[in-house]
Each structure stands twice: as C-alpha cells, then as structure tokens.
C-alpha cells in the first residue's frame, strides 16, 4: 500500500532491504566457507622432503580425492582406467592441468584451474610412480624452450597440427572429443602430453620424437604464444570460417550502414 | 488492356502480352511527387557555412592521411627477425592510408548530401524496345545485305563457311595436349614407391623405424626409405606413398585371415591418404582407435582394417603389408595391393 | 524537371579557360560532347539497396590495384628453395619460390602485408557484396523484362569471381589453399572416363607437380580478370541502357525514374562511396590478419591442419562434400562411379542452373511481357520471396556444414550429431523456410492494406464516454499510402486450349504451377475501397 503518512520508513527486521541484507550475507557466508574448506585443503602444506613421507601424502590425498574412480590401489573402475604404469609424468599432466579431478563425466576431461597446489601434485606423482614403473619427470632441458624452433614447427605440422590445427587453437575429434588448444599451456605439460599421451592422445614416445625434438617443439609453441601477431588481431586463428562471417557481419554491416547514411535525406 | 511502357511521343504498334496480370480498372491513382523538404543548408547560412568547414575539415584530414602513411613507411623500418616492426610499419601506413581515403570519401558524400542541390528530378523513360521504324530500317539493312551477298541463297558458300568456321578452333584443342606427360595417368596412380623390402622412415627425417619403437598408442608418420633424400618427384611420390604407422593392443584388431600377416605384433601401416578426395587422414585416437579426416569428416576403424564408420568416403583405407627384417627394422612386404587415395573411373581395371 | 543546364552568362576566370580549351580539344579528336549529353544528368534513383552493386565494383578496384603491387613481388614458380626470409619458424625449411614470395611479402617488404591482407579482404568483401547484391536483384523481381540477360551476366560475374578466389588464394601454395587443391585433385579423378585425364593436363602429371601454380597465376591475373572485366563491361553497359530499377513511390512510375543526376550529385556520391569503401578495406586490412600463410607453412601432402576450409564463398560446395552419408560408391563393368563426389557436384551444378534461370522460369509462369521497371517490395511477391528463403536456407546448410567441425568444438557436440542434424536441415530447411516465408509475405500483405485503409496504430488511446477503449488510427498522407496500393498482383493462369485447339502438357503444367504462385494472394487496394473508407 502507499505510505502516505509523513513518518520515516519503518527500521529493523522488517526493514525493506533486510531480505537483500540476509542474502549477500548468506552469499558470503557459504562462499567463504567454500573457499576456506578449499583453501584449507590447498593449504595443507606438505614441507616433508622425506621421499617416503611424499609418498605417503599422495598415498593420503589419492584416497581422499582419487579413489572413487581410479581405486583404492590405483587399479581402477568402471568409473576410471587403472593408474599403475602411468608414471609420475602423467599425474603431473593430468592433476597440473587441472583435469583431474574431472569435474563431470563426458567424452572428455576438460583443462581447467588446478586444484592442488604443486607440494600436492608432486606427492600424488610419487605415490602413482610407486605403483609401477612408468614415465617420469624429464630432465629441464628438454623443456626449456631454447631449442630450433623452425625444426619444431614442421615436426608440429607433421605430428600435431591436424589435431591441435597449425596455429595450435585446437580441433574437433570424433564423437565429441576434441584436442585442445595450446596457448599458454606450461612446456611440461606440453611435454607430458606427448610422453603420455592423455587419453585419446597418441602416445609420442622418446624414439618417435626424440627429447631434442620435442623441445623444438616446445620452442615453437612458446614463439607462437610469444611473438606478436604480424598481421593484427587474429580473429582466434580459426581461419577462412571467421574471416568469413567477420567480412559478412562486420565488413558488410559496415558498408550497408554507410549505403543507409548515404542515401539519406540530409535534414 | 496492357499499359504501354512509353510516352506518346513514340509511335509503336507493340503490345506485349500481359498474361496473368491483373490489371484492374479501378486503380488508385499516383499523387505524384511530394513537394520538395528544404533542408537545414538551404535555409540557414550559418548552417551552410558550417557544412562548408567540415566538408573542407574532411579533406583537409585526408591530405594530413595520406602523408602519415607516406611518413609512417619510412619511420617504421622494418628489422629483419622483429615481427612487431614488420606489425607496426604495415598498421601505420595502412591507417595513414585508411584516414586519407575515408577523408575524400565521408567529404564527397557529404557535401552531396548537404550543400548540392538535384534531388529528386525526374527522367523519362523510353521502352527498351526500338521504334518500329527503326526495326524496320534495322531489319531493311539485313535484308538488303543478304540480297547483295546471296547469304541465304546461296546456301553451299554459307554452309561450307559455318563449317570452316567450326573446325578452326580444332588445333586448339589439339595444341594443348603437352600440358601433360605422355604417359597414361591411370598406370601412374595405381603404383607407389612401395615395395617388397622397403623399410618405413619418419617422416620428414628418413630414419628407418624398427618394431621395437612403435610402443602401444604410438602414431608414426611415415614415408618409403629413399624419398627424404629425393629432390626430383618428391612430393608427387609422398602423395601416394605417404602411411600411417600405429600400435593397438593384439585382441583390439580384428583381423581378417587373409591380412593377418600384414601385420607385425599388433603394429598396422595404412595409406594416410584418404579415400574421399585426398586429404591426409592422420587424427588417430588412441583408444578408440579410431581414425578421422579433417577435411571432411570421414572416419576409419582401425580395428576393422580402416572400414568407413562416418562421413562421406567409400572405401577403406588401403592397408600397407608390413613385417620385420632381420635387423628389427619395419620393412613393407609390397606395394599397396590396390591404387591409393580418391577413386578414380578405371581404378579397377 | 529540367536535364538540360542553360547557357549563363557567368565571368570566366584561368581555370575555367584551361578547363573549355581542354575540353574542345579532346570533343574535336573523340566527339565527348555527345557522350556527356547523353549521360550528364541521367537520373539513378537514390535506394541504400541499390548501393550494393557498387560495394562490388569499387572492391574490384581495390583488387585490382592491390593486386598489381603483388604482381611486382609474387613469383609464381613451384622450384624448391630453401627459406632466407626473416621469419624464424621457418628458417631453413625447404618450400617453393611461390611461397617463399609470398612470406617475403608479409614479413620483408614494406607495406606487403597491407597490400596482402587488403587484397584478400576486398576479394572477400567481393564475392560477399555480389552475393547480397543478387539477393537484393532476386527479392525485388528486378530480373524481370528487360534485365533477364543482365542477370544472367551478373550470375556468369559471381562464378568468375569466386573462381578469382580460387585461383588467388591457391597461388601462395601453403598447406591449407595446397589441400584444397588436393580435394580438387580428388574431385576431378572421380570424374567418368575424363576424370584422370583432366587432372593429368591441369597439373601437367602427377599431383602436386610443378605447374599447377603459374598455371592458376596465368589464370588469375590475366585470363580471368580480362573475362570479368569484358562481362563486367555488359553488365554496366545494359545497366545504362535499361537504366535502374526504383521503388514505388509518389511521383514514380514504370516509364520514369526519380532520383539525383549523374552531375552532380551522382557522381559525388558514388564518387564519395568509392573511397569509403577502399577506405573500410584498408581500415580492416590494417587491424585484422587473414590468411596467415607462415602458420600453415609450406604444402606438403603429409601434414593437414584441424580446421581446413576454403574460403567462404567456396563454402557451400565443400559443405556439400561433407553431407553424403558413408559408402556412395559403385563399381559396373570395371568402371567406378564415385558417387560420394559426383551427387554433390550433379546437386549443386543443378542448383546453380536453377538459379541462373530463375528469370525465365518465372516469366513463363506469369506469362508477363512487359516492362517492369519498379523494383517490387518482397512481400508483395510471396511466392518469389518464398523460393528464394528456401534458396537461401539450402546454400546456407550447405555452408553450415562447411564448418562442422567448428561448430562441434565451439558448441561442444560431436561432429556426427553435426552433420546428421544437417543432413536432416538439407530436405526440412527449405520447406520449412518457403512456408514459413510465404505465409509471412501474405500476413504482411494484409497488414499493409489494412493501413491503408484504416491508418496506423498511433499509440494515443482514448476512452470514450461509454467506457469503451479504442486506440486511435492516424491515417497515412497520400504520398506514404502509395507506396503500399502500388503492386502488381497475378491471378493463377486458366487451363485454355492452345491455337490448334489442344490442351499441352505444357499448358497444364503452366496453369499448375501458377495456381501454386499466385492462389493464395492480396490484391492491392483499389480507389472505390479507398473511397469507400473516407467517411
């Protein structure tokens, strides 16, 4: 009803803006106990140098975030392959890049933020390195990213761009599955990738692209992120499809404005 | 009754057909051309002047265009191996340019729009069609032509000369033969380099690849030993010799009795050129083992010896007989057993 | 109004003496006088629509002169070097002088890649203005007697101008323009009994080969040019002649046209678009890359791209490729039919002839010979306009599926769900567009007339004394209700027997389809209804 009466507004829990007050106050406090739970997780650090006791804090941290799906023992489910014989290296693909843990199950896990920090990552590395024998950390240097880049790009050409497509932004594979993009992906992931071979990934072992090579590779992908794009703004690399509906949108849209402005009566 | 396109000052006996049009007798009629809108320009001075300075303004911005980017190809040099200078030198002369351009451009349009008078004036049409006196005088001079040559009678000449004329572009047709090899295309496409004892290389090095290497999951691509050393026909040879190498565990592949030899250990070569239209089909996935081209989506079991499971091609990739020499290296058995790549009319024969 | 400017008698300052002397001595040598009596003050009608044909021949300029700066530092030639460029990621690498060029011209010449990047723009830009061009011709049945020819002509120029493309953006011989023509190769191979042989003489032997490239080159900078040029010529020509089309409208009929002189406002204008539309290139060639040949590198037939498509206006008949379902292939007598190549290139040759003669087609179902010199509204034409959103939607499938794998990944679904939702759109989009469109022109149709007659909603609402509501209508000045009374309208054609006195299959066949054209109709608004509503 009006308020037609002279009197200041009412105060107190029926203040009008009291369920607005409750629900930001709701907001931050479920948000901050969310983040403080999970900050709490991230932040349990591990300073323990011990190898040991690495393995055993990945031991600890498989069975609480990774078990249900990959096994107690790493054996794996339904839900999830086995894990024994994937190597330190695919651990630090998988958990660095934020894939796992896979947030929802799909034809594929998908990068995103990490949710560990890396003490977590190495421990989780060691404990499935324990399991078996697999591949594991490479030496720096063979992701440093000083190698020849242009060896790089036509071994990238040759082996990844018909996936990953020669400017690295990624492509469709089959089924829903899709190869990913490159851009600013850490080299020792770029590196575990082709060591691992994730998922439907082939796996580019050392004598198919030698350490050397796939540091040219690395080399390549780190100019491509680096060097400025000569021509202008790349329209996200994907080719004649944006350069059309850009010349049809913004190039056409552009002259038809003018065609109306021009033909206009002048007032 | 058909409206006649014209005014009455032309003298046509031409009616064209109106066929199912509907002319209705009642029609409303034209109120003709609304009276003219003086603009702003017209009839304020103040208004007029104004228009006058940004017309000169635009201009006068074109001129300063055209120098930037006159200015801005020298002042921006490029050093060979730094893309931004390149980037820089090409963005400045380019904007100098855009600026000079647009310039005359929004200039010209506006003064036209603004400050030129001849809007809206009338023309009148004439019928496409010419006069019937002109037709007359048109189809006259044929006629008269036709009597002084004997065209149409004299019909052995005319007939002779449309013949002539025919047959003279013959030699043309002839002449380009020699854009092509003599021999015959169909023998060429149905070999490759390929042969008993070839060992397969990585691609583009040429290091031959032993069994040992190709681990469960690997994809190798791979060409014929000899042709990373090749300078002549190097690239026509890897269009059809070009392979796909790949490992898949043993009780994935499902193999049919006569090709189970083609096979080493669970490791399969197959053409890496496609059956639709030729693009390379290199996308393998290691699991599913499945393999798709890029082009146009077509996809291949390799489980199945490369059966189509999607997409527009119609036959399976060829599968490369492959086994070990004595050195553990990857040899082919023999060539292809059946022409690689799209289909072509005689590809069976 | 007048055409013709009178003599004055105005004082003659040193310009204008230079200007008359100079003009005399060139009408003595070339008789210029006549052509500027004729053409001075020819009236072009002023529609924003009509602008499109121009976006079109101004981007062939900016072609033409980009391409000549290219023409100086392109070497088509197909021999093998190694790269000397300044461009690191390909340092080294073994590709051809056309190639090597090319990067030479976006990384080392001054203004290169400008002068790269505004031609391949204004090519895109091209074809695009063509395209919406001949759209624009379509939807206002400006095809019609006596521009059924120059349709044909304008429709022979968007085929040359698309094989301009082609021709262009395979000369750098890169991987991605390499595998088009590799898709090309496999094409013309699945031809009958020519097919290999063809494919032989265009690549003087085997695929690659040497020659393909100068070959293209030949083709594009002087063979095809001179062919658009010479057509483009006749299509100018028979615009002259025919002059423009115009709206209805007050003051215009089908036997004038209304609008501004070539002197001076046309040419101002016109004149003015010309460097705007150069100028709108140039801005885009200088802020947004194309065609970035140093990613795709040199063509080899090994390695292939994630996302290889031609060039949009190329589109279409790779779209088409992607749409046939698995294994269309046959083998008779020996000989191998590659359908899977063969229908697509039957479908879109039909499509294309299809459109080529639309004219025709609809001049024998209307039976109409005169004139027309109105451009008509699209709604009032609802079969036409029907036909031609069903046109539209096939191309545009066809174009969709051209880029099936983008919209996989960038829609997150799988490439199969892709293109079998297209192959489906394939059939349902072009009925569900012709019907949705034709009931739509009709509904619009019956909107206009009841404006017309009863004026238009003008958002004052009164009550009146009873209670009652009613919104009040404002009718239109006469000058505004022309433009809605002022269409042709066309009856179904009866079934009559010929002059021999028979009743053809033609006939029958002609009497059908124009009950389907025009049996669900809106006659325009006659002057007794226009009278009958004044009271």
């Known amino acids: 009803m009006k308020n037609t009466s002279p009197l200041p507004r009412k105060r107190g829990r029926r203040h009008p803006l009291a369920g607005v007050a409750l629900m930001i106050l709701g907001l931050f406090v479920t948000g901050g106990a969310y983040a403080a739970t999970t900050a709490g997780i991230a932040s349990a650090e591990t300073q323990t140098v011990d190898a040991a006791s690495l393995v055993d804090e990945g031991g600890k941290l498989f069975l609480a975030n990774c078990a249900s799906c990959h096994g107690t023992n790493g054996e794996g489910t339904d839900a999830g392959p086995s894990l024994i014989g994937v190597g330190a290296l695919s651990v630090e693909f998988q958990v660095g890049t934020g894939r796992m843990p896979m947030a929802a199950s799909g034809p594929q896990a998908e990068r995103k933020p990490p949710q560990f920090t890396q003490p977590q990552i190495d421990a989780l590395a060691a404990w499935v390195a324990s399991l078996a024998p697999g591949p594991g950390m490479p030496d720096p240097k063979y992701y440093a990213a000083d190698g020849d880049a242009a060896n790089g790009a036509e071994l990238f050409r040759i082996n990844c761009a018909m996936c990953h497509n020669v400017a690295g932004a990624g492509g469709a594979l089959t089924e829903g599955k899709w190869a990913p993009g490159l851009a600013d992906v850490d080299p020792i992931h770029v590196y575990a990738a082709m060591v691992t071979g994730p998922q439907n990934m082939p796996v580019f072992n050392d004598m198919n692209l030698t350490p050397e090579e796939k540091n040219d590779i690395i080399t390549y992908l780190a100019y491509l992120d680096e060097a400025p794009s000569v021509g202008g703004f790349t329209l996200g690399s994907l080719g004649p499809v944006a350069e059309g509906l850009f010349v049809w949108i913004i190039g056409l849209g552009v002259m038809v404005a003018i065609a109306i402005w021009l033909t206009a009566k002048s007032n | ?349 | 109004m007048s055409t013709v400017t009178a003599k004055t008698e105005t004082p003659v300052g040193p310009g204008m003496r230079f200007t008359g002397a100079a003009a005399s001595y060139i009408d003595e040598r070339t008789s210029i006088s006549t052509a500027v009596k004729t053409l001075g003050r020819k009236i072009f009608p002023d529609h924003w629509s009509f602008m499109l044909g121009e976006v079109a021949l101004y981007s062939f300029v900016v072609i033409l002169l980009s391409g000549t700066f290219l023409t100086f530092f392109f070497d088509p030639s197909m021999t093998e070097v190694e790269y000397e460029g300044s461009y690191l990621p390909l340092k080294g690498i073994e590709m051809s002088v056309a190639y090597h060029t090319a990067l030479d011209l976006s990384f080392d010449i001054r203004g290169g890649l400008l002068m790269r990047q505004v031609h391949h723009w204004a090519a895109l830009m091209f074809v695009a203005s063509i395209g919406l061009h001949m759209l624009r011709v379509f939807f206002t049945g400006a095809f019609r007697k006596p521009r059924e020819l120059n349709w044909v002509i304008g429709f022979a120029l968007f085929v040359l101008a698309m094989a301009e493309g082609f021709t262009g953006y395979s000369l750098p011989d890169d991987l991605l323009s390499g595998n088009g023509l590799r898709i090309i190769d496999g094409m013309v191979k699945a031809f009958p009994v020519i097919g290999v042989w063809i494919s032989y003489l265009l690549f003087g032997g085997e695929f690659p080969g040497t020659e393909v490239i100068p070959r293209l080159y030949v083709l594009h900078i002087m063979l095809l040019p001179a062919i658009l040029i010479a057509t483009l010529g006749i299509h100018m020509v028979l615009l002259v002649v025919n002059k423009h089309t115009q709206f209805a409208g007050p003051g215009r009929t089908n036997d004038n046209v209304v609008g501004s002189p070539v002197l001076p406002v046309f040419a101002a204008k016109a004149g003015g678009f010309f460097f705007i539309v150069f100028g709108v290139i140039m801005l885009i060639a200088s802020l947004f890359t194309i065609n970035p040949i140093w990613n795709y590198g040199p063509y080899d037939p090994s390695p292939v791209s994630a996302g290889t498509q031609p060039d949009w206006y190329i589109g279409f008949a790779d779209g088409a490729l992607r749409l046939v379902p698995p294994g269309w292939e046959f083998v008779l007598g020996g000989y191998t039919f590659a359908m899977n190549v063969l229908t697509p290139t039957i479908v879109l040759i039909v499509f294309i002839a299809l459109v080529a003669l639309y004219p025709f087609f609809e001049a024998w179902v209307t039976g109409d010979k005169r004139e027309h010199h109105i451009a008509e509204r699209p709604r009032n034409a609802p079969t036409r306009t029907a036909i031609g959103a069903a046109g539209v939607s096939f191309y545009a499938v066809l174009w969709a599926a051209a880029s099936s794998d983008l919209i996989a990944t960038h829609f997150r679904l799988s490439i199969e769900g892709v293109i079998t939702s297209l192959q489906v759109l394939f059939f349902l989009a072009p009925v569900a567009a012709f019907m949705i469109t034709k009931r739509t022109c009709l509904a619009l149709q019956r909107k206009d007339r009841e404006i017309a007659l009863h004026g238009y909603e003008s958002g004052r609402i009164v009550r009146l004394p009873g209670g009652e509501y009613i919104e009040v209508h404002e009718q239109l000045d006469d000058y505004e209700r022309w433009r809605l009374l002022d269409f042709q309208e066309y009856k179904p054609v009866t079934v009559r027997p010929n002059k021999q006195g028979k009743i053809t299959t033609g006939i029958r066949l002609r009497s059908a389809v124009s009950r389907w054209f025009f049996e669900d109709r809106v006659a325009p608004v006659d002057q007794r209804e226009l009278e009958s509503q004044k009271h």
């Not at chain 2, 149905?190 to 069994?211: C, F, N, Q, Y």
């Open chain 2, 1 to 349: 009754m058909a409206k006649k396109s014209g005014g009455d000052s032309h003298d046509y006996s031409y009616e064209p057909e109106v066929g199912a049009a509907v002319v209705p007798s009642d029609q409303a009629s034209n109120p003709g051309l609304p009276p003219e809108r003086p603009r702003i320009t017209d009839m304020d001075e103040k208004f007029e002047k104004q228009a006058e300075r940004r017309i000169a303004l635009f201009f006068g911005l074109s001129i300063v265009g055209s120098i930037i980017a006159a200015v801005s190809y020298n002042a921006f040099p490029i050093t060979p191996g730094d893309v931004l200078s390149t980037r820089l030198n090409n963005l400045f002369t380019g904007l100098g340019i855009t600026i000079g351009l647009l310039g005359i451009g929004f200039g010209a349009v506006h003064w036209a729009k603004s400050l030129m008078h001849g809007h809206e004036l009338v023309e009148e049409r004439h019928p496409v069609r010419g006069t019937d006196e002109t037709r007359e005088v048109a189809a006259g001079m044929f006629t008269q032509a036709n009597k002084e040559s004997g065209f149409t009678r004299r019909s052995l000449v005319r007939n002779t000369m449309i013949g002539a004329l025919l047959a003279t572009p013959i030699p043309a047709v002839a002449l380009f033969r020699d854009l092509a090899p003599k021999e015959n295309p169909n023998d060429v496409l149905k070999h490759t380099m390929w042969e008993a004892g070839t060992r397969l290389t990585r691609d583009p090095s040429g290091v031959p690849i032993k069994a040992s290497e190709v681990t469960i999951g690997s994809a190798f691509h791979v060409i014929p030993e000899g042709l990373a050393e090749m300078h002549e026909h190097k690239l026509e040879e890897k269009a059809k010799a070009a392979v796909l190498l790949m490992r898949l565990p043993v009780e994935d592949l499902n193999e049919v009795e006569e090709r189970k030899s083609w096979s080493y250990e669970g490791i399969v070569a197959y053409s890496k050129i496609c059956t639709h239209v030729g693009c390379p089909v290199a996308l393998y996935e290691q699991h599913t083992h499945h393999l798709l081209c890029p082009c146009h989506q077509s996809e291949f079991d390799v489980s199945n010896h490369c059966e189509v499971i999607f997409g527009p091609a119609a036959r399976p990739l060829p599968q490369l007989p492959i086994t070990i020499d004595a050195e553990g290296y990857l040899v082919a058995q023999s060539d292809f057993t059946e022409p690689v790549g799209p289909s072509f009319w005689e590809r069976e024969l």
